[in-house]
Protein backbone atom coordinates (compact mmCIF):
# COMPACT_ATOMS: atom_id res chain seq x y z
CA UNK A 1 0.00 0.00 0.00
CA UNK A 2 2.86 2.66 0.96
CA UNK A 3 4.55 1.64 -2.53
CA UNK A 4 1.44 2.02 -4.15
CA UNK A 5 0.60 5.13 -2.91
CA UNK A 6 4.29 6.51 -3.26
CA UNK A 7 4.11 5.97 -7.33
CA UNK A 8 0.68 7.74 -7.18
CA UNK A 9 2.21 10.72 -5.61
CA UNK A 10 4.86 10.73 -7.64
CA UNK A 11 2.46 9.96 -11.10
CA UNK A 12 0.78 13.39 -10.23
CA UNK A 13 3.38 15.37 -9.13
CA UNK A 14 5.45 14.85 -12.69
CA UNK A 15 1.74 15.66 -14.34
CA UNK A 16 1.05 18.54 -12.61
CA UNK A 17 4.95 20.42 -12.46
CA UNK A 18 4.38 23.68 -10.22
CA UNK A 19 7.05 26.63 -11.01
CA UNK A 20 10.19 27.25 -8.55
CA UNK A 21 10.12 30.18 -6.29
CA UNK A 22 11.52 33.21 -7.69
CA UNK A 23 15.74 32.35 -6.77
CA UNK A 24 16.70 36.32 -6.29
CA UNK A 25 13.40 36.60 -4.00
CA UNK A 26 14.68 34.05 -2.29
CA UNK A 27 18.37 35.45 -1.76
CA UNK A 28 17.26 38.79 -0.92
CA UNK A 29 14.69 36.83 1.46
CA UNK A 30 17.66 34.83 3.27
CA UNK A 31 20.19 37.63 3.36
CA UNK A 32 16.81 40.24 5.12
CA UNK A 33 16.64 37.25 7.44
CA UNK A 34 19.79 37.91 9.16
CA UNK A 35 19.11 41.36 10.70
CA UNK A 36 16.49 42.33 13.30
CA UNK A 37 16.29 45.59 11.89
CA UNK A 38 14.57 43.79 8.50
CA UNK A 39 11.65 42.16 10.34
CA UNK A 40 8.90 44.89 8.77
CA UNK A 41 11.07 43.94 5.14
CA UNK A 42 10.49 39.90 5.84
CA UNK A 43 7.17 40.65 7.30
CA UNK A 44 6.37 42.43 4.26
CA UNK A 45 7.66 39.75 1.47
CA UNK A 46 6.40 36.50 3.68
CA UNK A 47 3.19 38.38 2.67
CA UNK A 48 3.40 38.16 -0.45
CA UNK A 49 4.70 34.33 -0.69
CA UNK A 50 4.25 32.50 3.21
CA UNK A 51 6.68 29.85 1.90
CA UNK A 52 9.62 31.83 2.08
CA UNK A 53 9.99 31.00 5.60
CA UNK A 54 11.41 27.63 4.51
CA UNK A 55 12.82 28.22 1.32
CA UNK A 56 17.04 28.02 1.04
CA UNK A 57 19.57 29.70 -0.64
CA UNK A 58 22.58 27.72 -2.39
CA UNK A 59 26.06 30.00 -1.45
CA UNK A 60 27.73 27.43 -3.62
CA UNK A 61 29.02 24.11 -3.33
CA UNK A 62 26.06 22.96 -1.61
CA UNK A 63 26.07 25.92 1.47
CA UNK A 64 22.51 25.95 1.73
CA UNK A 65 21.25 28.49 4.06
CA UNK A 66 17.53 29.79 4.81
CA UNK A 67 17.04 33.14 6.63
CA UNK A 68 16.27 31.46 9.93
CA UNK A 69 19.74 30.20 9.51
CA UNK A 70 21.06 33.78 8.80
CA UNK A 71 19.44 34.86 12.23
CA UNK A 72 20.87 31.94 13.89
CA UNK A 73 24.60 32.72 13.10
CA UNK A 74 24.28 36.55 13.57
CA UNK A 75 22.26 36.01 16.75
CA UNK A 76 19.14 37.68 15.51
CA UNK A 77 17.11 36.89 18.47
CA UNK A 78 13.86 38.84 17.60
CA UNK A 79 14.37 37.88 13.65
CA UNK A 80 14.50 34.31 14.55
CA UNK A 81 11.55 34.22 17.21
CA UNK A 82 9.64 36.20 13.98
CA UNK A 83 10.67 33.83 11.94
CA UNK A 84 9.35 31.20 13.68
CA UNK A 85 6.28 32.46 13.99
CA UNK A 86 5.53 32.43 10.49
CA UNK A 87 6.65 29.25 9.73
CA UNK A 88 10.16 28.27 9.39
CA UNK A 89 11.78 25.35 11.11
CA UNK A 90 13.44 25.48 14.25
CA UNK A 91 16.72 23.29 13.55
CA UNK A 92 19.44 22.47 16.16
CA UNK A 93 21.30 25.49 15.25
CA UNK A 94 18.76 27.65 16.05
CA UNK A 95 17.91 26.02 19.37
CA UNK A 96 21.68 26.60 20.35
CA UNK A 97 21.25 30.34 19.80
CA UNK A 98 18.06 30.62 21.23
CA UNK A 99 19.66 28.67 24.56
CA UNK A 100 16.82 25.42 23.93
CA UNK A 101 18.76 23.22 25.50
CA UNK A 102 15.83 20.91 26.02
CA UNK A 103 15.02 21.07 22.52
CA UNK A 104 18.69 20.25 21.65
CA UNK A 105 19.18 17.78 23.96
CA UNK A 106 16.26 15.67 22.44
CA UNK A 107 17.89 16.22 19.23
CA UNK A 108 21.03 14.97 20.39
CA UNK A 109 19.32 11.73 21.99
CA UNK A 110 18.02 10.73 18.71
CA UNK A 111 21.14 12.13 16.73
CA UNK A 112 24.58 12.59 18.48
CA UNK A 113 26.13 12.66 14.91
CA UNK A 114 24.04 16.51 14.89
CA UNK A 115 26.68 17.92 17.31
CA UNK A 116 29.81 17.96 15.13
CA UNK A 117 27.67 18.78 11.59
CA UNK A 118 28.56 22.41 10.50
CA UNK A 119 26.06 24.55 9.80
CA UNK A 120 25.51 27.17 6.66
CA UNK A 121 28.86 28.77 6.05
CA UNK A 122 30.65 26.18 8.16
CA UNK A 123 29.43 27.86 11.56
CA UNK A 124 29.44 25.08 13.86
CA UNK A 125 26.85 24.00 16.39
CA UNK A 126 29.21 24.98 19.06
CA UNK A 127 29.72 28.07 17.71
CA UNK A 128 25.97 28.85 17.92
CA UNK A 129 25.94 27.83 21.78
CA UNK A 130 28.39 30.50 22.44
CA UNK A 131 26.06 33.14 20.90
CA UNK A 132 23.60 32.15 23.48
CA UNK A 133 26.17 32.90 25.90
CA UNK A 134 24.44 29.76 28.22
CA UNK A 135 27.33 27.58 29.56
CA UNK A 136 24.82 24.84 29.75
CA UNK A 137 24.07 24.66 26.01
CA UNK A 138 27.95 24.21 25.66
CA UNK A 139 28.10 21.67 28.36
CA UNK A 140 25.52 19.67 26.29
CA UNK A 141 28.11 19.39 23.50
CA UNK A 142 30.89 18.78 25.24
CA UNK A 143 31.01 14.71 25.60
CA UNK A 144 30.24 14.81 21.54
CA UNK A 145 33.43 17.07 20.73
CA UNK A 146 36.30 15.09 22.34
CA UNK A 147 39.21 16.18 20.50
CA UNK A 148 37.38 18.48 18.66
CA UNK A 149 40.00 22.28 18.86
CA UNK A 150 38.36 23.55 16.05
CA UNK A 151 34.91 23.78 16.77
CA UNK A 152 36.39 25.36 20.80
CA UNK A 153 38.58 27.54 18.32
CA UNK A 154 35.68 28.67 15.90
CA UNK A 155 33.20 29.38 18.99
CA UNK A 156 35.47 31.48 20.80
CA UNK A 157 34.99 34.20 18.02
CA UNK A 158 30.89 33.77 18.74
CA UNK A 159 31.50 34.22 22.89
CA UNK A 160 33.88 37.25 22.31
CA UNK A 161 32.04 38.76 19.57
CA UNK A 162 28.92 39.00 21.96
CA UNK A 163 30.81 40.02 24.78
CA UNK A 164 30.09 36.83 26.77
CA UNK A 165 32.73 36.63 29.61
CA UNK A 166 31.48 33.62 31.49
CA UNK A 167 31.19 31.55 28.08
CA UNK A 168 34.47 33.06 26.50
CA UNK A 169 36.10 31.33 30.44
CA UNK A 170 34.61 28.22 29.70
CA UNK A 171 35.94 27.46 26.05
CA UNK A 172 39.18 28.53 27.08
CA UNK A 173 39.43 26.03 29.81
CA UNK A 174 37.78 23.12 28.10
CA UNK A 175 38.86 23.04 24.45
CA UNK A 176 40.53 26.22 22.76
CA UNK A 177 43.54 25.54 21.38
CA UNK A 178 44.30 28.57 18.82
CA UNK A 179 43.65 32.02 19.54
CA UNK A 180 44.76 33.25 15.90
CA UNK A 181 41.50 32.09 14.37
CA UNK A 182 40.08 34.87 12.72
CA UNK A 183 36.53 35.92 11.59
CA UNK A 184 35.01 37.38 8.08
CA UNK A 185 36.83 40.36 8.27
CA UNK A 186 40.45 38.54 9.38
CA UNK A 187 39.91 39.55 13.28
CA UNK A 188 41.30 37.58 16.42
CA UNK A 189 39.27 37.58 19.45
CA UNK A 190 41.69 39.83 20.63
CA UNK A 191 40.97 42.01 17.98
CA UNK A 192 37.50 41.41 18.68
CA UNK A 193 37.76 42.24 22.35
CA UNK A 194 39.78 45.17 22.16
CA UNK A 195 37.73 47.00 19.46
CA UNK A 196 34.23 46.18 20.92
CA UNK A 197 35.53 47.81 24.69
CA UNK A 198 35.45 43.80 26.38
CA UNK A 199 38.76 44.48 28.39
CA UNK A 200 37.77 41.37 30.90
CA UNK A 201 37.50 39.42 28.13
CA UNK A 202 41.02 40.86 26.76
CA UNK A 203 42.72 40.12 29.49
CA UNK A 204 41.12 37.26 30.10
CA UNK A 205 42.65 36.22 26.50
CA UNK A 206 45.87 37.60 26.82
CA UNK A 207 46.49 35.50 29.84
CA UNK A 208 45.71 32.32 28.11
Not at 43 to 55: G, H, I, N, R, S
Not at 58 to 66: L, Q, S, V, Y
Request: with cysteine; hydrophobic share 45%; charged share 15%.
Amino acid sequence: MVASGLAITTTRLRAQPKPPQNSELVKAFVIAGHFDANIPKVKEMLTQDPKLAVAAWDWGAGDWETALGGAGHIGAREMAHFLLENGARIDTFCAAMLGRRDLLAAILATSPAAAKVPGPHGFTLLYHAAISGQVPVAELLQPHLATQAPHYNQALLAAVGHGHIEMTSWLLKNGVTDLSQKDFQGKTPLTLATEKGHREIAELLSKF
